[in-house]
């Protein structure tokens, strides 16, 4: 995609995508809830994939927090590793790996979080996994 902005402009856009983005993965390595939450636009937007009954588009910072809640809630996730920080003038991106716990079964999941910027906040998420019918099973 071609952008009409300057290279100068193109670099700073790209380090405020960066910034908000470690920002979160920093707080989400710590397992600090609060700080994560405050990473979130309050207009932020959830697409989350899939043929379970968590899947679809969550608007509204509660309405997102209260399913990547409910995610958390059924699958015990846990964060095993950041893999990966990409950023670019209008996306960032974390990869990451996650365990999911559920009725005695594990598994290990790579997920890749793509994030929309605005103000430098998370404003929108969408939620790509490795292995979609497994992380259905797990949340249906």
Not at 10 to 28: C, D, G, L, S
Not at 46 to 53: E, Q, S, T
Not at 86 to 92: F, V
């Amino acid at each position: 995609m071609e952008s009409n902005r300057s290279g100068i402009e193109n670099q700073a856009a790209i380090e405020h995508t960066r910034q908000a983005v470690r920002r979160y993965a920093k707080a989400w390595l710590a397992g600090d809830r609060a700080a994560l939450a405050t990473c979130y636009h309050d207009d932020f937007t959830l697409h989350y994939f899939g043929r379970n009954p968590l899947a679809g588009d969550h608007s509204g910072k509660a309405a997102a927090l209260g399913v990547l809640t409910e995610v958390t809630r059924r699958t015990n996730r846990k964060l095993l590793a950041i893999v990966d920080i990409m950023a670019g003038p209008e996306r960032g991106a974390l990869l990451v790996r996650e365990r999911f716990e559920r009725d005695g079964k594990t598994a290990e999941v790579e997920r890749l979080l793509v994030y929309a910027v605005r103000d430098g906040l998370l404003g929108e998420c969408w939620v790509y996994d490795q292995d979609q019918a497994l992380v259905d099973a797990f949340l249906t």
